[in-house]
């Protein structure tokens, strides 16, 4: 079975704070995917990375995969209140995701 | 486009009762899933389909069916139920497997008591 180990689990800051968020595991993944998720509805994709060691930017948000492709990591610059969700990191095995456990932040005004 | 739509959006279940999940995607996707997620949890994947008259388990598969007719619909059918499937439950579709976009549905609440 293979699983995913985010955290913190939760993270609360204050508004233009930055944060990184991580997400471990000990299988490799053809790719690992980051989602947002708002209370009441279902997650949002934000990015996928699929090649070891890549890294991509969206706006204040950077996201990494790691060189062997067993860990990936979200980093948020200058939080702000918009940013508030819970953030789920899901890696990428033949046709099915495996969800991590989940980060609920909450960015303070 | 609609997406993916769920329906009931909430439901109330007396143990041992039986009922069935509606999800339906206006995309033409070939893959479809159907999530569980507990409170402050990730999503755990129950069963999913690869197209159309093809389905598999998932990590949580027991007290559970789906069936997959048409590339559209991907129902989800809970008999007998438990309180052990107090939960909201997410249907998704995507047009590629394991690194494509997963679209979710609204999500269905559901109390078992």
């Known amino acids: 079975t293979q699983l995913l180990e985010q955290s913190p689990q939760f993270l609360s800051i204050q508004e233009g704070e930055n944060l990184t968020v991580y997400c471990n595991s000990s299988?490799?993944?053809?790719?690992l995917q980051w989602y947002r998720q708002e209370p009441g509805e279902g997650p949002v994709l934000l990015v996928t990375?699929?090649?070891?060691?890549e890294v991509k930017k969206l706006k204040r948000l950077t996201f990494q995969f790691g060189d062997a492709r067993k860990d990936s990591s979200l980093h948020i610059t200058a939080a702000q209140p918009g940013d508030t969700g819970l953030y789920l990191c899901?890696?990428?095995?033949?046709?099915?995701?495996?969800f991590g456990e989940g980060t609920q932040l909450t960015v303070n005004p | 486009n609609a997406g993916v739509t769920q329906t009931p959006k909430f439901r109330i279940l007396k143990i041992g009762q039986s009922m069935t999940l509606q999800c339906t995607q206006d995309m033409n996707h070939n893959y479809m899933y159907w999530y569980r997620q507990d409170p402050g949890m990730g999503l755990k994947l129950i069963y999913y389909?690869?197209?159309?008259?093809?389905?598999d388990k998932g990590e949580v598969p027991n007290g559970y069916n789906v069936s997959r007719s048409t590339t559209e619909d991907f129902p989800l059918r809970l008999e007998l139920a438990a309180p052990s499937q107090t939960s909201v439950y997410f249907c998704?579709?995507?047009?590629?497997?394991?690194?494509?976009?997963?679209?979710f549905g609204p999500g269905t609440r559901l109390t078992v008591t």
């Open positions: 990375v699929v090649t070891g060691g």
């Open positions: 899901a890696g990428g095995s033949g046709s099915r995701l495996t």
């Open positions: 299988s490799v993944f053809s790719s």
């Open positions: 998704a579709s995507s047009y590629l497997a394991g690194a494509g976009e997963q679209y």
């Open positions: 389909s690869v197209g159309a008259g093809i389905t």
